[in-house]
């Protein structure tokens, strides 16, 4: 599995000023992430993972699965991680899908 190659202090607005060169870039707690692409195993994975929980969730009204490119906002970090689940009832406290840690991830980290 591919770890973040590198690491340093940094804040969401540096981040967002990054080139978009095919790395992810993270902050947690003030601490900038650069993860190459994931491989393929990696993305086979997520996958497999996400055939097996979005039904369980729909099928069962628990709330909602969301894939990569779901930015995930929190104090002084912004994270997008592979695979994460809100409970409807912290989507609906949240108001707005993004603000919150999620309930579930999976992350190549």
Same mark, same amino acid.
């Given at each position: #599995? %591919? #770890?973040?190659? *590198?690491?340093? *202090?940094?804040?969401?607005?540096?981040?967002?000023?990054? =080139?978009?060169?095919?790395?992810?870039?993270?902050?947690?707690?003030?601490?900038?992430?650069?993860?190459?692409?994931?491989?393929?195993?990696?993305?086979?994975?997520?996958?497999?993972?996400?055939?097996?929980?979005? =039904?369980?969730?729909?099928?069962?009204?628990?709330? #909602?699965?969301?894939?990569?490119? %779901?930015? #995930?906002?929190?104090?002084?970090?912004?994270?997008?991680?592979?695979?994460?689940?809100?409970?409807?009832?912290?989507?609906?406290?949240?108001?707005?899908?993004?603000?919150? =840690? *999620?309930?579930?991830?999976?992350?190549?980290?």
């Amino acid at each position: #599995m %591919a #770890m973040a190659a *590198q690491t340093k *202090q940094g804040t969401i607005e540096e981040a967002h000023s990054l =080139p978009d060169d095919g790395n992810k870039y993270e902050i947690v707690r003030g601490e900038l992430f650069v993860t190459p692409p994931p491989s393929d195993d990696h993305e086979t994975i997520t996958a497999r993972l996400t055939r097996i929980l979005d =039904p369980f969730v729909a099928g069962n009204s628990l709330g #909602m699965v969301y894939h990569a490119r %779901a930015v #995930m906002r929190f104090g002084d970090s912004e994270v997008e991680p592979d695979l994460s689940w809100f409970a409807n009832r912290t989507r609906a406290a949240v108001g707005e899908a993004g603000t919150t =840690p *999620q309930r579930l991830c999976s992350s190549s980290k």
